[in-house]
C-alpha cells in the first residue's frame, strides 16, 4: 500500500473544499483536497444562484463551481478523485485511507458536505432514478408536459419547484405545514406561478406505479388524517439533507444530526482537525456561508500546522 505525506488534507471539493484550497495554495501548503465524485458538490445541481455577492445577474451552480474549480487549479491546487474509506485522528499524524493508498498529514479540514435527506416510505426506493429525484436541475427535462409532485417547503424546494415549471405542465408542492419557510423572494415567484398547485398540511406515505415509473404519490393531511392520491409521472424531494460524514466513524464529536460540531475558529473535539460548510454544525447552509467558513478553517489550519513545526 503506497503512502503520501501532506502538511494538510481538505475533504470535499465542493464552496468550502475548494475554498480552503485556494487559501492553502495562496499559504503555500504542502496540501490536498481530496473529493470522491465530482469537484464542485450540491451546488452543481442548482440551477441559478442569486445570493451570492458579485454575480448582479445571478449564475448558475455549474457555471459558479466552475470559476472556482478554474481559479484552484490557476493557483496549482492538488485535487485528487479518491474516496476515503476510513480515517484515524487521534494522533498528532493523522491518516486517511483511500481504498489502496494512505495519506498522512498533520491537518485534516473535513469539507465534506451534505445529501438529501429520503422520506423512507413505501416505494421510494423502489423508484429512485425511475421517477424519484433530488435534482430539477439534472432530471426536469424527462417530465416535459407532465405532472409531478414535488416535497418540501425550503428554498431549495421552492426554487426547484419554480425551475420544474419550465418543463412540466403542473406542479404539486407538498408541505407538510401551512406555510413556506422560504424566503419572502421565493415565496413571491411561487405563489404567482399558475403551474404550481400547493398542498398544505400534507406529507407523502407512498409513492406508487408501474414496473418502471411512478404513476401517484399518496399524501395525508397531518390535521385531518385524510389520505387522497395525486396522479403525477414524477416526485421530486427536498426534505432536508444529512451529513456526508459515514467515513468519520464517531472520530470526531457531533450533533444529534451527525453535523460535525465546531467552535469559532472551526476547530472540531480533535486537535488539528477543523470542519467547514454544510457537514458542520451550523444555523444556516449558503455557498457564502461555506466559503467563510474554509477561510476561517484555513487560518485555524495554518497556525496549527506552524505551532508543530
Known amino acids: 500500500m503506497s503512502e503520501t505525506n501532506y502538511d494538510l488534507v481538505i475533504i470535499g471539493g465542493g464552496p468550502a473544499g475548494l475554498t480552503a484550497g485556494i487559501y492553502a495554495a495562496r499559504a503555500r501548503l504542502n496540501a490536498v483536497v ?3 465524485m465530482a469537484a464542485g458538490g450540491q451546488v452543481l445541481t442548482s440551477d441559478w444562484i442569486e445570493n451570492y455577492p458579485g454575480f448582479p445577474e445571478g449564475i448558475s451552480g ?3 463551481m466552475m470559476r472556482m474549480s478554474d481559479q484552484a487549479s490557476r493557483l496549482g491546487v492538488a485535487l ?5 474509506t476510513a480515517v484515524d485522528l487521534s494522533d498528532p499524524v493523522k491518516i486517511l485511507s483511500l ?7 498533520k491537518a485534516v479540514i473535513i469539507a465534506s458536505g451534505a445529501s438529501p435527506s429520503r422520506l423512507n416510505v413505501p416505494g421510494e426506493e423502489r423508484f429512485i432514478g425511475r421517477g424519484i429525484s433530488f435534482c430539477a436541475t439534472c432530471d426536469a427535462p424527462f417530465f416535459r408536459d ?3 409532485a414535488a416535497v418540501g417547503g425550503g428554498d431549495t424546494a421552492v426554487q426547484e419547484s419554480l425551475f420544474l415549471t419550465k418543463f412540466a405542465k403542473k406542479v404539486y408542492l407538498i408541505h407538510r405545514r401551512d406555510a413556506l419557510r422560504a424566503t419572502k423572494i421565493l415565496q413571491e415567484r411561487a405563489f404567482e406561478n399558475k403551474k404550481i398547485e400547493f398542498v398544505w398540511d400534507s406529507v407523502v406515505t407512498e409513492i406508487g406505479g408501474g414496473l418502471t415509473n411512478v404513476e401517484k404519490v399518496t399524501v395525508k393531511n397531518v390535521k385531518t388524517e385524510e389520505t387522497r392520491d395525486l396522479a403525477v409521472d414524477g416526485c421530486f424531494m427536498w426534505v432536508g439533507i444529512h451529513p456526508n460524514a459515514d467515513f468519520l466513524a464517531g472520530a470526531v464529536d457531533t450533533d444529534k444530526g451527525g453535523f460535525i460540531l465546531t ?5 472540531t473535539s480533535v486537535p488539528g482537525v477543523f470542519a467547514a460548510g454544510d457537514v458542520r454544525a451550523t444555523p444556516l447552509r ?3 456561508t461555506s466559503v467563510g467558513d474554509a477561510a476561517i478553517a484555513l487560518h485555524s489550519a495554518e497556525a496549527y500546522i506552524e505551532s508543530m513545526e
Open 146 to 148: 407532465k405532472v409531478v
Open 263 to 267: 467552535d469559532q475558529a472551526m476547530a
Open 34 to 36: 481530496v473529493e470522491k
Open 99 to 105: 481504498g489502496d493508498k494512505t495519506i498522512t498529514c
Open 286 to 288: 449558503q455557498i457564502a
Open 62 to 64: 455549474a457555471d459558479l
Open 80 to 84: 485528487e478523485y479518491e474516496e476515503i
